[in-house]
């Protein structure tokens, strides 16, 4: 039940400037976000590619309320690119990006995430990778789709991300299933309403089965985005069934979250992508993490309350 309060809590200002300012905090940002600036976040690149892994990487931010702010995502996500070209690191990471972050919800604001996007997607490209648009609130993903719909037309490697909670994401995987096409599935992190959503665990789980089950019978590359170990036995009994090799689709897990799974698929020779946020406005990623599991918010409370 904590969970929906602390998503609420995620989008209030008042909150964000409490849970910033206190002390012990940082100890458990730090597990989920692996630094602040491209400089500490290249050498957890480095870890994860000679351990096997591969990894996306996520500027954090969402919901900036400004033009410049927009500008401001676009340039660090091309920082980041030309950190990865000088090092050679081109090939072990890709991007995710929230088009929140890149003003999809100002004035114009298809268009502009759009034309801010573009060129993080050019530059991620010309160096032999690919960018993923996460998915955000119900309310955005018409947008976030008709963006990823006209990248492809340019660069049909780029990605998205489609929520299992939905009841639209049935349709939305039938129709992205097709050649050439990279979708992430997760179970979806947000707090919606019961007229767009499933609201009942067992019910997310059920849908997260059949949208798996749609990806692998397509022809596209399905991404399976859970630390979830009964959806992960699942996906790679769903995988087997339909003749897929291990190279034909990827699982992928937070930065910080069930490290040693990560390493034992990799073992196991699944290609395992590690989804590793770092940058300074942490707020809304942490708080959905939080949300996803009561323990953190006790382990958080903790640390406040002994500082
Ligand atoms: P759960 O049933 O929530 O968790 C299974 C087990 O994993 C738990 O029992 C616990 O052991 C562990 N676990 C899960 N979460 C945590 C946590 N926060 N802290 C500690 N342990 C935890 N959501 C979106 O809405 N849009 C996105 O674009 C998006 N991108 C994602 C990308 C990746 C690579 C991943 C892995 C998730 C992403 N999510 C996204 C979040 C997703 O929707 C879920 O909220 C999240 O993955 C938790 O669901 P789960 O499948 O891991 O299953």
């Given at each position: 039940?904590?969970?929906?309060?602390?998503?609420?809590?995620?989008?209030?200002d008042k909150?964000r400037r409490?849970?910033?300012?206190?002390?012990?905090?940082k100890?458990?940002v730090?597990?989920?976000?692996?630094?602040?600036?491209v400089?500490?976040?290249?050498?957890?690149?480095?870890?994860?590619?000679?351990?096997?892994?591969?990894?996306t990487?996520?500027?954090?931010?969402?919901?900036?309320?400004?033009?410049e702010?927009?500008?401001?995502?676009?340039?660090a996500?091309?920082?980041?690119?030309?950190?990865?070209k000088?090092?050679?690191?081109?090939?072990?990471?890709?991007m995710?990006v929230?088009?929140?972050?890149?003003?999809?919800?100002?004035?114009?604001?298809?268009?502009?995430?759009?034309?801010?996007?573009?060129?993080?997607?050019?530059?991620?490209?010309a160096?032999?990778?690919?960018?993923t648009?996460?998915?955000?609130?119900?309310?955005?993903l018409d947008?976030?789709?008709?963006?990823?719909e006209?990248?492809r037309?340019?660069?049909?490697?780029?990605g998205?991300?489609?929520?299992?909670?939905?009841?639209?994401?049935?349709?939305?995987?039938?129709?992205?299933?097709?050649?050439?096409?990279?979708v992430?599935?997760?179970k979806?992190a947000?707090?919606?309403?019961?007229?767009?959503?499933?609201q009942?665990?067992?019910?997310i789980?059920?849908?997260?089965?059949?949208?798996?089950?749609?990806?692998?019978a397509?022809?596209?590359y399905p991404?399976?985005?859970?630390?979830?170990?009964?959806?992960?036995?699942?996906t790679?009994?769903?995988?087997?069934?339909?003749?897929?090799?291990?190279?034909?689709?990827?699982?992928q897990?937070?930065?910080g979250i069930?490290?040693e799974?990560?390493?034992?698929?990799?073992?196991?020779g699944h290609?395992m992508?590690?989804?590793?946020?770092?940058?300074?406005d942490?707020?809304?990623?942490?708080?959905?993490?939080?949300a996803?599991?009561p323990?953190?918010?006790?382990?958080?409370?903790?640390?406040?309350?002994?500082k």
């Open positions: 039940m904590l969970g929906p309060v602390i998503l609420a809590a995620s989008r209030s909150m409490f849970v910033s300012a206190a002390p012990g905090t100890q458990v730090d597990r989920f976000i692996a630094g602040e600036t400089g500490q976040v290249i050498p957890i690149v480095e870890d994860a590619a000679a351990k096997g892994l591969e990894v990487l996520d500027v954090v931010g969402e919901d900036i309320t400004t033009v702010q927009s500008y401001a995502a676009r340039d996500y091309l920082e980041l690119i030309d950190r990865l000088e090092l050679g690191l081109g090939e072990k990471a890709e995710s929230k088009l929140s972050m890149f003003g999809q919800a100002l004035e114009n604001g298809h268009e502009l995430a759009l034309a801010n996007v573009r060129p993080v997607v050019e530059a991620a490209d160096i032999g990778t690919t960018v648009l996460d998915a955000e609130d119900h309310t955005t947008s976030m789709f008709a963006i990823h006209e990248l037309k340019d660069f049909p490697k780029t998205c991300v489609i929520q299992a909670y939905l009841f639209r994401t049935e349709d939305d995987a039938r129709r992205l299933a097709a050649a050439g096409s990279r992430r599935i997760v979806g947000y707090k919606e309403p019961a007229s767009v959503a499933y009942d665990k067992a019910e789980d059920k849908a997260f089965v059949r949208i798996v089950k749609i990806l692998m397509g022809s596209g991404m399976i985005g859970s630390h979830d170990p009964r959806l992960i036995a699942i790679q009994e769903l995988a087997r069934q339909a003749g897929r090799n291990p190279d034909e689709y990827e699982f897990m937070l930065y069930r490290s799974e990560h390493i034992r698929l990799a073992a196991e290609r992508r590690v989804y590793t946020a770092y940058g300074t942490w707020y809304g990623y942490f708080m959905r993490r939080l996803e599991k323990a953190n918010l006790l382990f958080f409370a903790r640390s406040i309350l002994t």
